[in-house]
């Protein structure tokens, strides 16, 4: 069964059905209906995959552009179908919580669940694409429906933001473009096909300048410090939905690239990167946790939250352990429910009131206690609190770097007393003590709303003491991807040649 | 002697040892996604879930003891938790399941007693879903067999414990002291957490049985930096110097909480932890053991003194708290010797603490809640119940002859004396501040005039309050005798800790015990003159220099504040306003510098996305091609 290219059509052209309903209200239960057939077909799907089988399943190869070597090639390995389960989850999750976010502004309704379809056809497509080229063409064009989401249907300052996104993808975007065409050049194999780049580069001169290509590109997505700064403004002003996608799947496309295109076509230059890049981590999870503390607005707080949350995912990739990167496989969609939470139920709490500030609040706790409850839990999942998920994966990262980099690794468990100063005191600032005059009348979640925050706490909690199966989906292709850097690096070939 | 060697589940009881932590998880489930509905029932719920886990954990203890001795170590594994790095199981033993006891029984009894202190609580539900969730957490925290399960369990009695201090999440006050309670304690996870890395690395595994086999093998800097750093973790959640400082503040709970969590149970998780770890790291010699013993001996004098300069009845039991935990703390460095003592002095502390707190509950209950000592006087003829129970919980932590904590803190003030005797001195000196300060309160609350505020009627406790005083108060009569006398405990506790091949006999009379005893009776005697004889004034004197210290806790407070929390708010402030203006600016600045003008920029940005996209592609087709062309790659 071509069980991508399904997932990606059904979403297409449920994109395409939508856009052309007449009726608003249809145009949102189609889009539901449309993501919830893909949720189940990636269900039914991930559960076809043999962790053990080989490491790319579900392959389809087609000729695109012969002349170049491109193809349409799709397939996906244990972290890839991971991530697409977490976007297949998301989406219908995402669709149900907009019900009503695009209906403030003038624009069309139906376009803004339509964009979101296709988003959902790029979003299984860049983390599917088993060609070079491919995957960079999804990677510019996710910006797109992105870019209209915030630019149309956002906040206040939304084309500010929509463009600075913009730019500096595009840049990121530039910059990939150039080492993705190197690449093929310098290759010579005359194909974009990732299987057969794997040690295909061999000069450590060129690894480099390739490596800055690919990486910056993705270190402006994920984003890593200091390229962060787009995104506070893009998430705070993008409608909660929106926002949800954002950081939670668009942005891991970036850490996701480090994993699989940096780590495994330029193992050396990884490895002559490392340094830095777990310094920038390092940095990036204290100062983010640093500057969330700091914050007034309650989306720019789980925005900078987000950023020392990457700051774990890039230093677990980097730390190349078999722990550290399962645990930033892991770190990935566990941070995509957990910050999909956070800012689903923020968004709810700024729906009632109109305001993102978190001073506007206070003792909404007793007026609306199942919204302060499951943003309380969404809120321990974000410090990574045991029991919940993202602990096994921030736990399993730190573990990982540990057997390497013991440095790094103790400076960044300082994060774990940082979260807790930036959620409980966001937390109490807006839930507990006197109830606030202009939330006094605040509704409690509504069951749609429930059935929003329902199922991310029932799989925050339930992955959080079962993390297994998902771990045992993503420890065998981590490993392919530890023997690929380890074998292709100077030391690793001497030691196999003894 | 060593501790024994772990052997396979022999099923039964112990077999499905996990209800204990199952029982309480589902109460708090049901309570919780029940909401209003179960609001009639629920109380009545908590208590079951409560008492069943306490039933489960007595049929372990018997099956236990059916076993031989050196047969008394169960491993129980239940599922893979994190495959390759640690699973979910847990270790039947003798220590794990004197806990276990001493969680669910004291637990069930402040269950029962909660009943009655939040029956016109409109959230009383809420609160035994909480007190569920505590248990559970707590049991899973000593019943675990490796450090990640028991991580688990230690920061979800931090969750428990968040919650419950903040239960009036209403009252700022509280709100900030649940706050502050789990970011402290967070600074001690994260030397847990820390150690158990380092684990990791050395030992490839988390799991007691093999960390403790492998430790020996260990470099002794290996061994230290982890014994720091459980020490680290341990001073957190027990409120030990120089994390103490969240334990005052934590009295802004419920009552029923200070006595379960912040007396009984969870603080003294801190001291399950060295012991637990003991026998690999902490054998009673090296630097490890040795800073132990001087943050136990620290904190039991910090403690005591704070005790001594509180008019607010929880906050000085709160010291005396940290101060008792002192003493085990002070034990538990002393090595096998010390581990039984520390041990007694925990199960038996866990009963009169928690018997002395329910019973400060009780009088607050009589008094409108109020908790200031300079309002009360008297009360013993209006809450006879209480003020006999409460009474005996006093001689029992003064160490009057024959009770509990005569036979556990001597034991414990002996043995450190013939291991260090500067601090075994400090020890006694500890034990005459608790006579003074617990004479102080007792004095203060039941005996002299009365001072209460106008329209104050006390009225003694309903039976469903009662009860579980005076049953408390038995074992804050019986337990010491009984778990020293013949070194019962620390014979029990042998195959899991070890114990000294030579036992310590008792001695009823000794030199440092009439010693000691002679300084709490000056204590006694002292507060007598200050707070029985004298009237007490119903507003505080202004004191000395020194009386200022205590009463501000050591200026423990201060100091965090001034060493981490103003820097670390100017810090933040700092980092706000670099973000913003300082890599952003730049950011700006440059696209601005590129593009021309800042008018420019403007200009672009309003542009078409479609424009971006073909200069971009544009752009990089030319860098290619000169790439290409160049040749120099």
């Known amino acids: 069964m071509p069980w991508l290219s399904i997932l990606m059509g059904v979403s297409v052209l449920g994109a395409l059905g939508v856009a052309f309903v007449k009726n608003d209200k249809l145009a949102k239960q189609a889009t539901l209906a449309v993501s919830l057939v893909v949720m189940v077909l990636t269900i039914v799907m991930t559960v076809q995959f043999s962790p053990n089988g080989d490491r790319f399943q579900f392959a389809e190869t087609y000729d695109w552009i012969p002349a170049f070597g491109v193809h349409y090639a799709v397939a996906v390995d244990g972290v890839a179908l991971v991530l697409i389960l977490l976007s297949a989850i998301l989406v219908p999750i995402v669709v149900l919580a907009s019900w009503h976010d695009a209906e403030a502004g003038k624009r069309s309704v139906r376009t803004y669940f339509a964009l979101l379809l296709v988003l959902e056809a790029m979003m299984i497509g860049v983390f599917a694409a088993t060609d070079v080229f491919l995957f960079y063409v999804f990677f510019e064009a996710m910006l797109i429906p992105m870019y209209f989401m915030i630019g149309s249907y956002g906040g206040a300052q939304r084309s500010y933001a929509a463009v600075k996104f913009l730019l500096y993808s595009l840049f990121g975007g530039l910059l990939m473009l150039v080492a993705v065409i190197a690449l093929y050049v310098v290759a010579d194999k005359g194909t974009f096909l990732f299987p057969q780049l794997i040690g295909a580069i061999t000069d450590p001169t060129t690894q480099k300048w390739l490596f800055l290509g690919f990486f910056i590109a993705f270190a402006i997505k994920a984003p890593l410090w200091p390229f962060h700064t787009w995104l506070p403004d893009a998430a705070a002003q993008a409608p909660a939905g929106a926002a949800v996608l954002l950081v939670g799947v668009l942005d891991k496309v970036g850490t996701y690239g480090m994993l699989r295109f940096c780590l495994e076509l330029f193992p050396e230059a990884s490895a002559w990167a490392t340094p830095v890049v777990m310094t920038l981590a390092v940095i990036g999870i204290v100062y983010g946790a640093v500057v969330a503390i700091g914050q007034t607005d309650i989306k720019r707080l789980i925005a900078y939250t987000s950023i020392s949350h990457f700051g774990f995912i890039a230093m677990g990739v980097f730390a190349m352990t078999q722990n550290s990167m399962t645990g930033s496989a892991l770190y990935m969609v566990n941070h995509g429910f957990s910050t999909g939470a956070l800012f689903l139920i923020a968004g709810f709490l700024i729906y009632r009131r109109g305001s993102h500030f978190i001073a506007d609040y206070g003792g909404v706790q007793k007026v609306a206690p199942i919204l302060a409850g499951t943003f309380l839990v969404a809120g321990l999942s974000g410090l990574s609190l045991p029991g919940l998920s993202p602990f096994v994966s921030e736990f399993l990262v730190l573990v990982g770097t540990f057997e390497k980099h013991a440095v790094f690794a103790v400076i960044a468990a300082t994060g774990v007393v940082l979260a807790a100063i930036y959620i409980l005191w966001m937390y109490q600032r807006t839930m507990n003590g006197p109830t606030a005059e202009s939330v006094q009348t605040m509704p409690d979640l509504n069951s749609r709303e429930r059935w929003v925050v329902g199922p991310l706490v029932a799989l925050i909690i339930v992955l959080g003491f079962f993390p297994k199966p998902l771990l045992d989906v993503i420890n065998p292709s981590v490993k392919e991807t530890v023997t690929n850097v380890s074998v292709t690096t100077p030391a690793a070939v001497a030691k196999e040649g003894q | ?633």
């Open chain 2, 1 to 633: 002697m060593e501790p024994a060697e772990i052997l396979s589940n022999p099923g039964g009881a112990i077999g499905v040892g996990w209800l204990m932590i199952v029982l309480p998880l589902l109460g708090a489930a049901v309570l919780l996604l029940g909401g209003r509905r179960t609001d009639k029932w629920g109380h009545y719920f908590g208590v079951l879930m409560a008492l069943a886990s306490f039933v489960v954990a007595a049929l372990v203890f018997f099956q236990l003891l059916g076993f031989a001795p050196g047969e008394r170590r169960r491993g129980v594994s239940l599922y893979e938790f994190i495959p390759g790095v640690a699973d979910m199981g847990l270790l039947i033993d003798p220590l794990s399941v004197s806990f276990a006891l001493l969680i669910t029984g004291v637990g069930s009894l402040i269950h029962i007693y909660s009943i009655g202190y939040m029956s016109h609580d409109h959230d009383r539900r809420r609160f035994f879903a909480y007190l569920n969730l505590f248990v559970a957490a707590m049991l899973l925290l000593v019943l675990a067999d490796n450090y990640v399960a028991l991580f688990v369990g230690w920061e979800g009695v931090g969750l428990a414990s968040y919650l419950l201090i903040g239960f009036w999440q209403f009252k700022p006050t509280a709100a900030t002291a649940a706050k502050k309670a789990f970011v402290v304690n967070r600074v001690g996870d994260f030397g847990l957490l820390v150690a158990i890395f380092i684990m990791f690395t050395s030992f490839g595994s988390v799991a007691f049985g093999e960390v403790f086999a492998k430790a020996g093998a260990e470099s002794q800097g290996t061994i230290t930096a982890i014994g720091l750093l459980l020490l680290l973790g341990a001073c957190g959640k027990s409120a030990q110097l120089p994390l103490q400082s969240w334990l005052l503040d934590a009295m802004e709970g419920p009552t029923p909480v200070s006595a379960l969590i912040h007396a009984a149970t969870m603080v003294t998780a801190g001291v399950y932890l060295v012991v637990r770890s003991g026998a690999a790291f902490f054998p009673g010699e090296g630097t490890a053991s040795l800073v132990v013993t001087i943050v136990g001996v620290a904190t039991l004098l910090a403690g005591a003194i704070i005790g001594t300069a509180k008019d607010d009845i929880k906050k000085a039991l709160a010291g005396s708290t940290m101060s008792q935990i002192g003493y085990m703390m002070l034990a538990a460095g002393l090595g096998p010797v010390g581990y039984a003592f520390a041990i007694a002095h925990l199960i038996s502390h866990g009963f009169f603490k928690a018997n002395l707190f329910l019973g400060a509950g009780s009088v607050m209950h009589a008094m409108n809640d109020q908790v200031d000592m300079r309002k009360y006087g008297g009360l013993r003829k209006y809450l006879p119940i209480t003020f006999i129970t409460f009474f005996i919980g006093y001689l029992a932590i003064i160490g009057f002859p024959l009770l509990s904590g005569y036979f556990t803190k001597d034991g414990i003030i002996e043995t450190t004396m013939e291991h260090n005797a500067i601090l075994g001195w400090l020890a006694v000196v500890g034990a005459g501040i608790t006579g003074f300060y617990m004479s102080r309160l007792v004095f203060m609350t039941f005996f002299g005039k009365a001072r209460w505020d106008e329209g104050v009627k006390p009225h003694e406790s309903p039976a469903v309050m009662t009860w579980p005083l005076i049953l408390l108060a038995i074992g804050s009569v019986v337990l010491g005798a009984f778990l020293i006398v013949g070194n019962r405990l620390m014979i029990f506790l042998g195959p899991a800790v070890g114990r000294p091949e030579e036992l310590p006999e008792f001695h009823a009379v000794s030199p440092v015990g009439l010693a000691t005893l002679a300084l709490v009776a000056l204590g006694a005697a002292y507060a007598w003159l200050k707070y029985g004889r004298q009237e007490v004034p119903a507003v505080a004197p202004r004191g000395s220099v020194l009386t200022t210290f205590a009463r501000r806790d050591l200026y423990g407070d201060a100091l965090n504040e001034a060493l981490f929390m103003r820097p670390g708010q100017w810090l933040t402030r700092l980092a706000v306003w670099f973000d913003n203006r300082g890599i952003d600016g730049l950011v700006n600045g440059l696209a601005a510098g590129i593009g021309g003008t800042s008018g420019r920029l403007r200009r672009i940005q309003t542009g078409y996305v479609r424009s971006y996209a073909l200069s971009i592609f544009v752009g990089a087709a030319i860098l290619a091609g000169a790439w290409f062309v160049v040749g120099t790659l």
